[in-house]
């Protein structure tokens, strides 16, 4: 590879657009949990799809609360206390977003390990 092919690639996979909010693996199968229920998930549901202790659930919903990605409410129902969480539009966009960009991800690593299978030499390509 030549020097000006290089410049042209440079940063090729920093994939910066990478959301680090939504990228931490608990907020992000809080958020992908979430995404699939548009009325939103009681918290001992949204605990149990993602395997997660009760503390865990509540700080990692706390950043994403405050990071506009979910909206929270609280609640009684039978007179117990309820807690439903829910995506906003924001935090739906910036999932879908993220998504987007883990998609590239996902086929430059295909694409990278294909070419790698077969023998090729690895070239970067170019966006």
């Given at each position: 590879?030549?020097?000006?092919?290089?410049?042209?690639t440079?940063?090729?996979?920093?994939?910066?657009?990478?959301?680090?909010?939504?990228?931490?693996?608990?907020?992000?199968?809080?958020?992908?949990?979430?995404?699939?229920y548009?009325?939103?998930?009681?918290?001992?549901?949204?605990?149990?799809?993602?395997s997660?202790?009760?503390?865990n659930?509540s700080?990692?919903?706390a950043?994403?609360?405050?990071?506009d990605?979910?909206?929270?409410?609280k609640?009684?129902?039978?007179?117990?206390p309820?807690?439903?969480?829910?995506?906003?539009?924001?935090?739906?966009?910036?999932?879908?977003?993220?998504?987007?960009?883990l998609?590239r991800v996902v086929?430059?690593?295909?694409?990278l390990t294909?070419?790698?299978?077969?023998?090729?030499?690895?070239?970067?390509?170019?966006?």
């Amino acid at each position: 590879m030549n020097p000006s092919d290089l410049e042209k690639t440079a940063g090729r996979y920093a994939y910066d657009g990478l959301d680090r909010i939504i990228h931490e693996k608990a907020r992000l199968s809080i958020i992908a949990s979430l995404a699939g229920y548009s009325e939103g998930l009681l918290f001992n549901e949204l605990k149990e799809l993602c395997s997660l202790t009760d503390g865990n659930l509540s700080r990692h919903l706390a950043i994403l609360q405050e990071a506009d990605l979910v909206q929270m409410w609280k609640g009684t129902r039978n007179k117990r206390p309820q807690t439903l969480a829910r995506l906003t539009e924001h935090g739906r966009r910036r999932f879908l977003e993220y998504v987007t960009r883990l998609e590239r991800v996902v086929a430059d690593a295909s694409q990278l390990t294909r070419q790698s299978e077969s023998g090729a030499t690895l070239r970067p390509r170019t966006a």
